[in-house]
């Protein structure tokens, strides 16, 4: 009885052992055979570092550029002096459409902006107005002026100047750099003299323009009114 249990243990450990490494079949010994013959094993030569490589700052081939590569300082400043790319540059910044857009688009991002070019917009469209009302208001100052004459005997002649203005000559609107309306008028401003042998005598006669000055008038748009 014990004969056989220990012949038992001995098939069990048999057993075992040739689980534990089965022989390799005839297939896969051909299949190991073929691998090793399509791709050989690397020789210690390839497998050992190329001197370029190993060295830093070692030369690469002109052929072998890297994938990754950068422009280099030389390419950099070629590409800025290129005086095609400088012209380019200075017709787009005169280019009307572009800077109109250019405007458009910033004063989305500048509400205060956007608020002066309204302003500026209903200024100009009152100033038309507002210049023929100036024109009236020179006049009136023409006639006041007139019948405020101050006479002054000289040479036995009753003798005065006054001043008067031509009609007005441009009416014109515009927009400063930071965005404030202004408005120009433009005039001659005249001294007239009067000379005659009495007051009364010198009342109807023709004055004489003696000089005269090209005079501009700026105003301002403020709360909505043009000011002087």
Not at 31 to 48: D, M, Q, R, V
Not at 202 to 226: L, N, Q, S
């Amino acid at each position: 009885m014990r004969a056989i249990v220990c012949l038992a243990v001995a098939m069990t450990f048999a057993a075992t052992a040739s689980l534990a490494d089965p022989m390799p079949s005839q297939e896969q010994g051909a299949t190991t055979s073929t691998i090793s013959k399509t791709n050989p094993p690397p020789s210690p030569a390839e497998n050992a570092p190329s001197a370029s490589s190993a060295m830093p700052g070692a030369s690469v081939s002109p052929g072998a550029a890297p994938e990754n590569s950068t422009p280099s300082a030389k390419s950099i400043a070629a590409a800025l002096a290129n005086p095609n790319h400088r012209d380019d540059d200075l017709k787009a910044l005169h280019d009307p459409a572009l800077r109109e857009k250019l405007h458009e688009t910033l004063k989305k991002f500048d509400p205060e902006r956007e608020r002066l070019d309204r302003e500026y917009r209903q200024a100009a469209a009152i100033f038309p107005s507002f210049c023929k009302d100036w024109e009236r208001k020179l006049r009136d100052r023409e006639v006041n002026n007139i019948q405020h004459i101050v006479w002054r005997l000289e040479n036995g002649y009753q003798t005065a100047i006054y001043t008067g203005y031509g009609p007005i000559e441009s009416c014109e609107t515009h927009q400063s750099p930071q965005g404030f309306s202004i408005g120009k008028i433009t005039y001659e401003e005249y001294h007239y003299l009067i000379k005659a042998k009495t007051v009364e005598e010198a009342k109807h006669t023709k004055a004489t323009p003696v000089d005269d000055t090209h005079t501009t008038e700026i105003f301002r748009w403020e709360k909505g009114k043009w000011f002087y």
